[in-house]
């Protein structure tokens, strides 16, 4: 019994992972983990317009050019990505 629902937990996970990119797997390195966090944090902004407002109050800048700002930022939200180390 206890077999069969540690499967299915771990097969639910999988199907997860697969679906959402945003969920994660083993192999996730840490800064993609951020990447992710951060463009569901500014996409979240965007979604929803009274953050805006209150964003735009707090830099004194307009509506649009705040939501101009989160979505440049959804680009490289952490950066450039780290060099990958040769395996030679």
């Excluded at 953050?51 to 959804?74: F, G, H, P």
């Excluded at 490289?76 to 780290?82: H, K, L, M, T, V």
Aim: hydrophobic share 30%; glycine share 6%; with cysteine.
């Amino acid at each position: 019994m206890m077999g069969d629902s540690r499967y299915n937990i771990h097969s639910q996970l999988e199907h997860l992972q697969s679906k959402y990119v945003g969920t994660g797997h083993a192999d996730t390195s840490k800064f993609e983990w951020l990447v992710n966090q951060h463009r569901d944090s500014f996409a979240s902004y965007i979604g929803h317009p009274n953050l805006i407002d209150y964003i735009a109050i707090v830099e004194n800048e307009s509506k649009e050019r705040v939501r101009l700002n989160l979505l440049k930022k959804c680009l490289q939200p952490c950066g450039p990505p780290p060099e990958k180390p040769d395996d030679d």
